[in-house]
């Protein structure tokens, strides 16, 4: 992996009614997340706690993991503590990443690198909202993660994964952008909730051939019984 040598921190964080509440801790850690050598193109780092603690005078390796956890519960990072891997969201628009060609397809495939699958998903579920140039309105951070698990991490109509081949009909053919998004089942433009029930996962594909209509029930869908959200997502 080739080390950044600079990191973007966009003045708006400060205007951002979900940042603003964290504590000292937690800003300072997601500050430094954001500006770390070893933050991948991806937006994925590696989950070292105690490294942390080099760049944090006084701050131990229980109070990162403690501001870690309070990332998470506001939807600032992802983690999979069993691969180890950690997102950190809002780093794609601090670089600007969906509006660079070159730097979008270093992230695609930074993504297919990486060992967590869920992670991977919440990366290309981010990427897609800003690479759309409309794009439809969004659930708050905190929820994203959690209709991505219940949807197993795949588009909901095809079953596509981060990870996957992107079809292509000739091998001379370019490779197009494919990443999941969340799309409201019953539009947003039509009267459609922002309520949990109506969001789901679709990739890029899916959901540009689905435009402002109302989902019919996939095949894959009929075949599986997608888990409630239990957690609190408030």
Not at 112 to 120: F, K, Y
Not at 145 to 152: P, S
């Amino acid at each position: 992996m080739v080390r950044r040598s600079y990191g973007s921190i966009p003045l708006a964080l400060w205007d951002d009614p979900s940042f603003r509440p964290l504590t000292r801790n937690a800003q300072w850690l997601y500050l430094l997340l954001l500006t770390q050598d070893d933050l991948s193109a991806s937006a994925v780092i590696p989950t070292r706690p105690r490294r942390w603690t080099i760049f944090t005078a006084g701050v131990t390796v229980d109070e990162n993991e403690l501001a870690l956890a309070e990332l998470e519960a506001a939807g600032w990072a992802y983690t999979d503590y069993m691969e180890q891997e950690t997102f950190v969201s809002g780093y794609f628009g601090a670089e600007q990443i969906a509006r660079q060609p070159r730097r979008l397809i270093g992230a695609v495939s930074a993504m297919n690198e990486l060992w967590s699958a869920p992670v991977r998903a919440i990366a290309s579920a981010e990427l897609s909202a800003l690479v759309s140039a409309a794009p439809a309105p969004q659930p708050p951070r905190g929820i994203r993660a959690a209709i991505l698990e219940r949807d197993g991490y795949r588009c909901r109509d095809c079953g596509w994964k981060p990870g996957d081949p992107v079809p292509v009909k000739k091998k001379t053919d370019r490779l197009v952008y494919r990443g999941l998004e969340i799309d409201h089942i019953y539009p947003k433009s039509l009267g459609g909730p922002d309520e949990e029930s109506n969001f789901q996962v679709l990739c890029t594909t899916c959901n540009c051939r689905k435009g402002a209509r109302v989902a019919k029930q996939s095949a894959l869908s009929e075949q599986e019984n997608l888990r409630p959200i239990s957690r609190d997502l408030t």
